[in-house]
């Protein structure tokens, strides 16, 4: 399975190569340092269910195809190839039994597809961490935050890739702090179950309380050490930009200021976005490229602008596409 999957990645890798080139795109790393990355892979538009469920391709697909059709973002993104990943690196976060059972329960393809997941945002760590670009988006399903140690799938969630992406930016990498910001209309439940006495990892949550999967108390603030450092906000039905906006200005801010974090994460969430399927808020394109450039704004101020997003929920497929463009347009307009 890895060797089919490493063929593919070079095999995408040259296809995407060889059509950029035609369309005077480089991929001269230098060039493109202060350029946003996005990775994709086009496994990430395999079936996992059946057609009636809401975690379908099409949610990706036409995310990929508004992006390939913009023409402002030929000269601001560089499209870069996933990684293949070590059990390793799923292990930093998952318990052997999880990742044992995980591969027992599932199809080789739909354990592949969840590793791939991995493998992107492990790669876009990377670009990130190397300066080959400024910043990242990884266009990826399926999401991630729900999934702890079950050794089952959680809200279609196999693995937690954010939490993955933290404790590999720490141990690899060796970044001391970690911000990771989610805007997905559920709590980020499995995140901060692996964080949760963990005072190095600032976990800033912005939800519906009352939604599936029940948990995000804003009475939650972390446990131990890690007291203080689990931030979770919850937002009510029919919550618009404003309350998207004020949340992060007054609640993520100050945090942000007192953490002072060296890499940031974005569990990027379009479920939040009105006319959603399994979401009830209001938010707009304008609300998450403002909210992205409040973000970008800690990045630049304590990490150098190192930020890395990753595809989370969004179920109305046109509402997902709109959002990520907004949201990539707000990370490439950060020069």
């Not at 790669?123 to 999934?147: E, L």
């Not at 939650?220 to 404003?242: F, M, P, Q, W």
């Not at 909210?291 to 602008?305: M, P, Q, R």
Request: with cysteine; hydrophobic share 35%; charged share 20%.
């Amino acid at each position: 399975m890895r060797v089919q999957q490493s063929k593919r990645n070079l095999f995408c890798f040259g296809l995407i190569s060889l059509i950029l080139s035609k369309r005077g795109i480089s991929f001269d790393m230098k060039a493109n340092k202060n350029k946003t990355g996005l990775i994709f892979d086009n496994i990430f538009l395999d079936p996992i269910h059946d057609q009636a469920h809401p975690e379908t391709p099409k949610r990706l697909q036409l995310a990929w195809e508004k992006i390939q059709s913009h023409p402002g973002f030929n000269n601001s993104i560089v499209y870069l190839p996933l990684k293949e990943i070590s059990d390793e690196i799923i292990t930093m976060i998952h318990s052997e039994d999880h990742l044992e059972k995980i591969a027992s329960r599932y199809s080789s393809n739909i354990v592949t597809i969840a590793r791939s997941a991995v493998g992107g945002v492990i790669a876009a760590c990377d670009y990130v961490h190397q300066n080959k670009v400024q910043n990242a988006f990884v266009a990826a399903r399926p999401p991630g935050h729900h999934a702890r140690n079950y050794g089952r799938e959680e809200g279609f969630c196999f693995f937690n890739n954010i939490a993955i992406a933290a404790k590999y930016l720490q141990n690899v990498l060796k970044y001391k702090r970690i911000l990771i910001v989610d805007w997905d209309y559920h709590h980020g439940d499995g995140t901060e179950f692996f964080f949760y006495d963990d005072p190095t990892v600032l976990f800033f949550s912005l939800h519906d309380w009352h939604s599936y999967p029940g948990t995000g108390d804003p009475a939650r603030k972390g446990e131990g050490e890690g007291y203080g450092y689990n931030i979770n906000v919850h937002l009510n039905c029919g919550a618009t930009d404003s309350d998207l906006r004020e949340s992060l200005v007054e609640k993520l801010l100050p945090a942000a200021e007192k953490f002072q974090p060296d890499f940031v994460l974005i569990s990027a969430g379009f479920d939040s976005r009105k006319d959603d399927l399994l979401g009830c808020f209001n938010f707009s394109d304008s609300g998450f490229y403002d909210a992205t450039k409040i973000v970008l704004d800690i990045a630049n101020k304590y990490a150098n602008g190192k930020i890395v997003s990753l595809l989370e929920g969004g179920y109305y497929p046109e509402g997902v596409a709109n959002g990520v463009q907004a949201h990539l347009t707000s990370l490439s307009d950060n020069k």
